[in-house]
């Protein structure tokens, strides 16, 4: 008589069947919660440690289903490499953040003017828990940015104050970005700041900037200053900021007409 072989069936792969989806959902929520300003940055940052911390356990628990499936020809083999896949893809954002982290310079601040920085201010005077201070930009901070961010400078145009002015306020519109206050000394000599609260696209990751219109001679200079809010490491998202709000500036100012 034949005896028959029942395969087992593999824990593992069903509970890692089961927890990925719950990681994206938790994810999927909370970056729409952050964006909509329903879940506080520090919140959603440790959310998000959270949902790593699933994908990674899924991530265990579908390999361990494939072993199982090589040893003991167990049952879902399927289910493991499915798991696996969509863990892995979770945890792929987080892997980049961990490249960057080593790849980027160690800064959490960046400026066109190293040498006369515009001033950060904040309407609440104490920070939340765990939020930067606004800090000067040490000598050492500098020689990185330098160094790392050689693009990051100041730009020049011929245009009046008012045409710069208007330019900004449609590239701000376009991005989303708050002005939080406007600071004008009233003379004509004087520079014009603008203080902003700008959001990393997708996850809303908040950071303070400052931008410096400043007359000289017969050019007016734009200067920003972008600093992270929280971290000491902000994985090049300041300097992208900076760059890619300069670019847009420079682009409208261009296409504007010649007053």
């Excluded at 950060?120 to 330098?146: S, W």
């Excluded at 045409?163 to 000599?189: F, H, Y």
């Excluded at 609260?197 to 950071?207: G, H, N």
Aim: charged share 20%.
């Amino acid at each position: 008589m034949r005896k028959s072989y029942e395969r087992p069936r593999s824990t593992a792969a069903v509970l890692a069947m089961r927890i990925w989806p719950l990681s994206a959902m938790i994810a999927f929520v909370a970056i729409i919660s952050h964006w909509l300003a329903l879940l506080d940055t520090l919140s959603f940052l440790w959310v998000m440690a959270v949902v790593a911390a699933l994908a990674l356990i899924s991530l265990f628990l579908a390999l361990r289903g494939l072993f199982t499936l090589w040893r003991d020809a167990a049952i879902g083999g399927r289910n493991s490499a499915k798991a696996l896949m969509f863990s892995a893809l979770i945890l792929l954002p987080f892997l980049l953040c961990v490249v960057r982290w080593y790849q980027l310079p160690h800064l959490h601040q960046v400026s066109t003017d190293l040498i006369n920085p515009p001033v950060l201010t904040r309407n609440n005077t104490n920070p939340q828990l765990l939020e930067n201070p606004f800090e000067p930009i040490t000598l050492r901070d500098a020689e990185i940015q330098i160094d790392r961010y050689p693009d990051i400078v100041s730009h020049r145009y011929t245009a009046p104050v008012e045409q710069i002015v208007a330019a900004i306020d449609e590239v701000l519109a376009w991005r989303g970005w708050r002005v939080v206050s406007r600071v004008d000394q009233g003379t004509p000599e004087s520079p014009l700041t603008l203080m902003v609260s700008a959001r990393f696209p997708i996850i809303a990751l908040p950071s303070d900037i400052a931008i410096r219109i400043e007359p000289v001679d017969d050019e007016n200079f734009v200067d920003m200053r972008s600093a992270s809010r929280y971290g000491s490491h902000d994985l090049g998202a300041n300097a992208w900021l900076v760059r890619s709000f300069l670019v847009e500036l420079d682009e409208v100012l261009a296409l504007a007409p010649v007053q």
